[in-house]
């Protein structure tokens, strides 16, 4: 059986209230670079909190999931999904 590879991931950052959206191989290493502002492109969007995650078999699939949730009707399912995890966060916030 073939591993899942292929995650893509949902970032929510409490500083601008708004979701970074992304795929990798590596989930952990990813959110540790986050983590210690190690990219430029989020640097100055953090702190983050973990969302979603979806693992794929295939590069395509996730790469294609990944650029959906970037559309605006992504985004507005993004928002009905994590209703309540939404809800949650900005009330800490």
Do not use: W
């Not at 949902?10 to 795929?23: A, E, T």
């Not at 210690?36 to 969302?51: I, K, Q, V």
């Amino acid at each position: 059986m073939k591993k899942l590879l292929y995650c893509v991931y949902v970032l929510y950052s409490l500083k601008d209230l708004n979701f970074y959206i992304g795929y990798t191989t590596n989930l952990n290493q990813r959110l540790t670079s986050y983590i210690h502002g190690n990219s430029l492109a989020t640097e100055m969007r953090r702190p983050f909190t973990l969302l979603f995650c979806e693992y794929f078999l295939s590069k395509h699939d996730a790469t294609r999931r990944e650029k959906y949730f970037k559309t605006t009707a992504g985004k507005k399912t993004l928002r009905i999904v994590l209703k309540e995890s939404l809800e949650e966060i900005n009330l800490i916030v």
